[in-house]
């Protein structure tokens, strides 16, 4: 079993801060690519940003400059700090990690969301 844990989500204001927190727990081996995905009311799910377990990281044109993607292997955690929000950033945040667990099976997992909420 592996579990994904997402916290920080909230209302803020335009213009304002949010910092996103993801606990992967259970029978890991490693985690490749650590991510985080959102999706808006009406829209499909988008990939945010993504860290890889050597650090290197990528984002959506929508966010860079915005929003930073970092990562901490004990306990695994992935963060999301977002500063600037825009209403459009309002969406439910999800965690994504690539696992591989101690018994060799390689999973795709989903933490259970949270909602940002950015007012105008």
């Known amino acids: 079993q592996v579990q994904l844990v997402e916290s920080g989500g909230g209302l803020v204001q335009a213009g304002g801060s949010l910092r996103l927190s993801c606990v992967v727990s259970g029978r890991i081996f490693s985690i490749n690519v650590m991510g985080w995905y959102r999706q808006a009311p009406g829209k499909l799910r988008e990939s945010v940003a993504s860290i890889t377990s050597g650090g290197s990281t990528n984002y959506v044109d929508s966010v860079k400059g915005r929003f930073t993607i970092s990562r901490d292997n004990a306990p695994n955690t992935v963060y999301l700090q977002m500063n600037s929000l825009k209403p459009e950033d309002t969406a439910v945040y999800y965690c994504?990690?690539?696992?591989?667990?101690?018994?060799?099976?390689?999973?795709?997992?989903w933490g259970q969301g949270t909602p940002v909420t950015v007012s105008s």
């Open positions: 994504n990690a690539n696992v591989r667990t101690w018994d060799s099976r390689n999973l795709n997992t």
